[in-house]
């Protein structure tokens, strides 16, 4: 844990040192194709004529392009360890750590971006005036178009869409908007009958003591809330801290967590035993190789999350198997096929 | 100061007395002052009652703990303020002044950062708090000086500058979606997840910390007069400054690492204790104890009670704390002599 941290803190100080390479060359806009595609905050992006290497502005955007097209992946947000790559294609996955140019705090120096040459910029996640203005800056300054795609989950399908026009791939994101929508529609369609107040109350338990949750409408919960009752929907959206009165007043049925330390805890903690979900063994540790199913980063890897939790939420209505399901998400979308004796590990959330 | 100190005794303790019954029985989780009251004689009796198991649970394991962890808290950061405020002849100082928040804010964030569990996150925070001020103490004394009070503040808060570099540099690494918001939670401070397990390292430092400087509170008069005036009276100003600082050093390292950070308290209560029992460290100690005990819990209380959200202490001890520390600062300037 040490070395490898250490090592994540050496790539980022890399990335903050990086730039020198750059400098001899004028900036050169790529060439336009004379196409233009529609973003999803209306911004006209104009296609790049030959895209071979696209930044990825964060996370969710570095998993997006790496499921459709790992090899125009520049580099990512953080240097991975290589524990991490058991799931990934190792040589796109290795690639260096190139920060990011969104979220909460810049890594990355514009000077950076453009001595790494991109032909796009690409980000997906809110779109609000703080980004869109972050992207006709960042597009203006360097001229490379930057296309912002609206993360929230049940748009994946328009962001493999628009993705696929934006490389000139449009088959491949077809596909893969086809199997989200294809999911979702599917999930969505099995549990309509479910009135709401019928459906499983969920509490989302993040944090080493499992006491961080996420609000209504928080990105955080978002395929939570698309099957189940989140108990802690009275709060605004976004992280919040709670206390363990409030859960046990909640008493929720099911709770899914992202924290290994609080998953293994729980069951033993006669401060958590009064709760429904606690008593009944109902506490399920969410799968996070390479990336979370439920939560972060906010992206396409929350697809194969929404088959896990459905199943644990309603066993009756969903008789696929879990193992068939992840082998497949994961050779389409990662470019791996793990063995089963990997995908069983994979599901028990171990790292 | 020739009054009596009694009534304002009396009226800490109240305090401490109204914030307990209150902070036992109001909660987001209902318990009826009858179930507590079952609870409690069932407890002493060691029979079962028929109250139900969650509420039982509520009181003894989530409430109960939390309770006694602020007042420890609140207590701990009083005693430490009102140490400092008279070492340094300041009623502007609190107890972070030698760096000892920025120090435990380092340790725990570096803890999340390394995606630790929390026994460890704490005790890295306890222990930068320590580590923080022993290296504030070592460099401002290798500074000759014919001021070493005022070379001491200077250096605590120039290293408490750094050390909050330190906690930013590692927020602006740390994984924005899991450990920067864990971050940003810790440093505002909550006892949110306060539990029976907390209390054990919670309780040692404090009590230690508190008792030697409530045996202390004799010399701690002469601390407040002129260095050469103390040493005429055969007072050891060097080994003394080091013993306050350290007891001081590990009540609010201590409740800093259970805690998270609170500011405030331990500027507010010494102030109002000073005004409700006078400026002799004798009778001021103790009641600076009890009067923060009361104090965090009752501000505690509202934290989980007034939103189904937590709501950060950091963010309510500034709320209350400020308009009455100016209410304070305009009304009884006079007891700080």
Redesign the interface.
């Known amino acids: 844990?040490?070395l490898s941290?250490r090592s994540?803190?050496a790539g980022?100080g890399a990335a903050l040192l990086a730039p020198r390479c750059g400098h001899a060359q004028a900036v050169q806009a790529p060439v336009a194709s004379g196409r233009t595609v529609n973003d999803s905050a209306g911004r006209v992006v104009p296609v790049p004529a030959k895209v071979t290497r696209v930044f990825p502005a964060g996370?969710p955007a570095a998993i997006l392009l790496y499921t459709l097209a790992p090899d125009l992946l520049i580099g990512w947000p953080?240097a991975h360890r290589a524990d991490e790559c058991v799931y990934m294609l190792p040589d796109v996955c290795m690639r260096p750590a190139v920060g990011r140019i969104t979220?909460?705090?810049n890594?990355a120096n514009l000077e950076t971006v453009l001595a790494l040459k991109p032909d796009l910029i690409l980000d997906i996640g809110s779109v609000n005036d703080t980004y869109i203005s972050l992207a006709d800056r960042v597009q203006q300054q360097t001229g490379i178009p930057y296309a912002l795609l609206d993360g929230r989950f049940d748009r994946t399908t328009d962001a493999y869409t628009a993705l696929g026009r934006l490389i000139g791939r449009e088959a491949a994101g077809a596909a893969h908007a086809d199997y989200c929508n294809k999911t979702l529609a599917t999930i969505t369609s099995r549990i309509a009958d479910v009135p709401r107040e019928r459906r499983p109350r969920l509490y989302y338990a993040?944090?080493?003591?499992g006491?961080?949750t996420g609000?209504k409408g928080s990105i955080n919960v978002e395929t939570a809330e698309l099957l189940a009752r989140n108990v802690?929907d009275?709060?605004p959206g976004g992280?919040?801290?709670?206390?363990?009165?409030?859960v046990?007043?909640w008493d929720p049925d099911v709770i899914v967590t992202?924290d290994r330390?609080f998953a293994a805890s729980v069951r033993n903690d006669?401060?958590w035993?009064?709760v429904r979900a606690v008593r009944e063994g109902r506490v399920f540790l969410s799968p996070s190789a390479p990336f979370g199913w439920i939560?972060?980063?906010?992206s396409v890897n929350r697809m194969i999350g929404l088959w896990w939790l459905a199943k644990i939420l309603y066993p009756e209505k969903f008789a696929e198997d879990m193992t068939a399901l992840t082998r497949d998400f994961y050779s389409k979308f990662y470019h791996v096929t793990p063995t089963d004796a990997q995908i069983a590990q994979i599901l028990t959330g171990a790292a | 100061m020739t009054r009596s100190a009694l009534p304002g005794f009396l009226i800490a303790l109240g305090v401490l007395v109204a914030g307990l019954l209150l902070a036992f029985t109001v909660g987001r989780y209902p318990v009826a002052l009858g179930d507590l009251l079952q609870v409690l004689v069932a407890k002493i009796t060691g029979q079962a009652g028929s109250v139900p198991p969650a509420v039982e649970s509520v009181i003894w394991q989530v409430r109960g703990p939390r309770v006694l962890a602020a007042v420890l808290v609140g207590a701990a950061l009083a005693v430490a303020g009102t140490a400092f405020q008279g070492l340094f002849r300041n009623p502007l100082v609190s107890p972070d002044i030698l760096g000892a928040s920025s120090g435990a804010a380092l340790g725990a964030v570096f803890g999340i950062f390394l995606s630790l569990g929390v026994f460890a996150i704490q005790f890295f925070a306890f222990l930068g708090g320590l580590v923080a001020v022993a290296a504030v103490y070592v460099i401002g004394s290798a500074v000759r000086s014919r001021d070493p009070i005022l070379v001491l503040v200077l250096t605590g808060v120039v290293i408490g500058a750094l050390l909050g570099a330190g906690v930013g540099l590692l927020k602006y690494l740390a994984d924005p979606y899991n450990q920067l918001p864990a971050m940003t939670f810790w440093l505002l401070g909550s006892l949110a997840a306060a539990n029976v397990s907390d209390l054990v390292p919670l309780v040692g430092p404090v009590a230690l910390g508190t008792v030697v400087l409530i045996a202390l509170r004799w010399r701690m008069n002469a601390m407040s007069l002129p260095e050469e005036e103390a040493r005429a009276l055969g007072i050891a100003t060097g080994p003394l400054r080091v013993a306050i600082v350290a007891a001081a050093t590990l009540t609010t390292s201590a409740s800093v690492a259970t805690a998270g950070i609170i500011g405030w308290v331990g500027l507010v209560v010494p102030h109002l204790a000073r005004s409700l029992v006078g400026p002799d460290f004798a009778r001021l100690v103790p009641a600076s104890a009890i009067l923060g005990g009361g104090y965090l819990l009752l501000i505690d209380t509202l934290a989980r009670t007034m939103a189904p959200v937590e709501v950060p202490l950091g963010i309510l001890t500034a709320v209350v704390g400020t308009p009455f520390f100016i209410w304070l600062l305009a009304n009884v300037q006079k007891t700080w002599s």
């Open positions: 844990m040490h941290r994540l803190l980022a996370p953080r979220g909460r705090g890594t993040r944090g080493p003591r006491l961080q609000g802690a009275e709060l992280l919040a801290n709670v206390s363990l009165e409030q046990l007043l992202i330390d006669p401060t035993r009064p939560d972060f980063p906010p």
